[in-house]
């Protein structure tokens, strides 16, 4: 059915029950998992009235996001292996998630993106916005979208 499946994680709640599901479906598949965390860059503008960050400064918050973004794809390949599933723990650095997560998809040729979504309506969902929409309306790999 799927040989291989990426799975979109941020290590929340909302998530962590995508990857749990991910997981199962990869294990009864035979399918080797992908656990894609996006981690963004620093903002190149600054809002008025903040003191911006000098160079190293900001290479050591990139750094940290790096490091929680690996300690969360981490956490997805332990999980996975431990029930009997291949991870590879993925990481990408882009400002636009969903376009990341697209490009990670082709790039690892998953069969399936696997994805959460808050389900947020009306002014939240117009000024949110939705990657996961987004990744729906542009991806030409199938998405599951689990809430």
């Known amino acids: 059915m799927y040989d291989r499946i990426l ?7 909302l998530s962590k029950k995508a990857v749990d599901s991910a997981i199962k479906l990869a294990a009864l598949c035979g399918a080797e998992l992908i656990a894609l965390k996006v981690v963004p860059r620093y903002p190149q503008s600054y809002f008025e009235g903040s003191i ?4 190293e400064d900001v ?3 990139e750094k940290q996001w790096a490091a929680d ?3 969360t794809v981490d956490a997805v390949k ?3 292996e431990a029930k ?3 991870v590879k723990a993925v990481l990408a650095k882009s400002d636009i998630v969903s376009d990341a997560l697209i490009a990670a998809a082709k790039k690892h040729k998953a069969d ?3 994805m959460a979504s808050h389900g947020r309506k009306g002014v939240k969902r117009l000024l949110l916005g939705s990657e ?7 991806s030409e790999i199938p998405v599951l979208v689990l809430r």
């Open 52 to 55: 911006p960050l000098s160079v």
């Open 7 to 13: 799975v979109a994680t941020d290590g929340s709640k």
């Open 69 to 71: 973004g690996q300690e």
């Open 112 to 114: 399936l993106i696997i």
């Open 132 to 138: 996961t929409q987004q990744v729906l309306t542009h």
């Open 84 to 86: 009997g599933v291949k």
């Open 59 to 61: 290479a050591k918050v």
């Open 78 to 80: 332990k999980a996975g």
